[in-house]
């Protein structure tokens, strides 16, 4: 099952900066070899479900053995069955206005 | 690893009534022996990583096979290192005032 | 516009115990007679799209005000234009099985 | 108070495709002069607090005028007192590892 998800991953007990944990999670995606693309609020990923959500926890794994105590995470996932659809396709379904 | 999850799963191309997709996804959790509650707008679970992240999957492809073509969902996911926590433990932590 | 919320507060750069600030979100939302019923992972609200939204501004002045100086917050606001829900409606509409 | 804010409109009750929809809510941004960015699952916006949210209620508005009888819709928000920070800013703190 192919998923488009959102993730956004919150280090708290760490203080107000939490980029380089953030860039820690860019290089767990990186490893995986999945797509994604980094946003202002989060990071859109594409892949298959167990591959996603495998990296997703290993973001959580990493981010504590960097120190966090506590993590609270935002992910939203998009399944669909009557097409294929890509990250790009999603953004061009909206920018093409070609409905 | 231990999580507490606040899952919201949305069926689309369904019409606007998905209470019996919601009923099913409680359904899932049940048969995993997952702890949850429902609220009004997505349901607490409690459990290790692998069994609540098998579940949502679940929910994703029961809700595919009842006829959904489209969903997506929103998941909160919590995790710490410093102390075992439950969903009643973070209740509490509000309404006893006991900080 | 009647909306119901679901609205989760996470104070940054605070140390992991977070639950004075939300207690104090419990006061606002209080104080604005708003509807609302805590979870485990957040709080759900009912009211006007106006009156919800002032209350939630007003939680991020409070717990500002309270020395977090970072807030990020998650929110879900449902509408509907069909017919008039409560929260109440929504368990309802799960639990009952009335589809 | 400034925020950045990420937001995701979701119709239900019309069918899988609600790319119009969201470019419906993208003119609502643009006519409220607010600077946002489209990714693939959902916006980021950036300004002051009442005119962020007076947009989002135009979009709630404008999708049920446009026929969707239900709408979900995910929202983040972030406010910070320490310090101003852009979209840009938020980027640039994870990918130019500069902690």
Same mark, same amino acid.
């Given at each position: 099952m %192919?998923?488009?998800? /959102?993730? =956004?991953?919150?280090?708290?007990? +760490? #203080?107000?900066?939490v980029g380089k944990? +953030? $860039?820690? =999670? !860019? %290089?767990?995606? !990186?490893? $995986?070899g999945l797509k994604h693309q980094l946003h202002a609020y989060g990071?859109?990923?594409? #892949?298959e479900w167990d591959?996603?959500?495998a990296a997703v926890k290993r973001c959580h794994e990493? +981010?504590?053995?960097? #120190?966090a105590p506590r993590i609270t995470t935002s992910i939203k996932v998009g399944t669909?069955? /009557?097409?294929? !659809?890509s990250m790009q396709d999603k953004i061009d379904s909206v920018t093409k206005k070609d409905f």
């Open positions: %192919k998923v488009i998800v /959102d993730l =956004c991953v919150v280090p708290m007990g +760490v #203080g107000v900066s944990y +953030v $860039a820690e =999670c !860019q %290089k767990v995606l !990186q490893e $995986a990071t859109n990923i594409e #892949g591959d996603v959500f990493r +981010v504590h053995e960097m #120190g669909r069955t /009557d097409r294929e !659809q």
